[in-house]
Each structure stands twice: as structure tokens, then as C-alpha cells.
């Protein structure tokens, strides 16, 4: 059966509310910036951002990743390897993180792991 209009815009602002709620709890700042985290259908995204001067500080997207055939979950946990390995080549060796709207489970939780793994604390 079709979403009516009004699911559509509840469920869109259900998410939004979620997204604001975890970050208003959440900021970051120079010396402990934030790591947030984008997921797509196709694959996902992270910054390492400094709230007070508004700057992403470093990046890393699946679409660097030059293996082929892997899972989401794969994919993800690489993107957090790349992400680690570019912070220590910048100095940056705690953050804080934030999910966004998105549990943390799956694609997310394995990115964290190996940012984790990659030897950045949070």
C-alpha cells in the first residue's frame, strides 16, 4: 500500500529530529573534532570536522576505495581505515563521533571499528 503524503513528511521529520537530537549533544573543536558519518543506498561517506571554524579537516568516501566486489560492510570498514590513516597523517588523534540519524549497527558500526582499529580514540 502507497505512503500517503503525511507519512512521508512524519517519517522525514522523524529522522530529522533524530539527527538534531544526537547532535545537539555532540561538538566538535579543535583539539577533539567530530567525526561524522553520511550513508547512502550505495556506500558511505565520513568527515573529521572542527565545528569552530566550520572546516572539514579530512575525508574519505567508498568511491576511493579501488577494490571491487565488496559488501557495503566491506566497503565501509575500508572508507574507516582510509579515514584513520589520513587523521594520523594529520595530527588528529581523537574525535568525536557522530552517527547522525543512523543506528549504530552495521555500516556504521564497522566504519567506527576500524577508525577505532586505525588508532583513533573516541
Do not use: C, W
Not at 33 to 45: D, E, K
Not at 83 to 92: Q, S, V, Y
Not at 98 to 106: K, V
Amino acid at each position: 500500500m502507497p505512503k500517503t503524503r503525511e507519512q512521508l513528511i512524519s517519517s522525514h521529520e522523524t529522522r530529522n529530529r533524530r539527527r538534531q537530537r544526537v547532535r545537539s549533544r555532540i561538538k566538535g573543536a579543535a583539539g577533539r573534532p567530530r567525526l561524522t558519518v553520511f550513508r547512502s543506498n550505495r556506500g558511505i561517506y565520513a568527515q573529521v570536522i572542527d565545528d569552530l571554524e566550520g572546516k572539514t579537516l579530512v575525508s574519505a568516501s567508498f568511491k576511493e576505495i579501488r577494490e571491487t566486489g565488496l559488501k557495503k560492510t566491506e566497503a565501509a570498514g575500508k572508507v574507516g581505515e582510509l579515514l584513520a590513516a589520513r587523521a594520523k597523517e594529520n595530527n588528529i588523534g581523537q574525535v568525536v563521533f557522530d552517527r547522525g540519524a543512523y543506528l549504530y549497527h552495521g555500516r556504521v558500526k564497522a566504519l567506527a571499528e576500524a577508525v577505532r582499529k586505525g588508532g583513533i580514540e573516541f
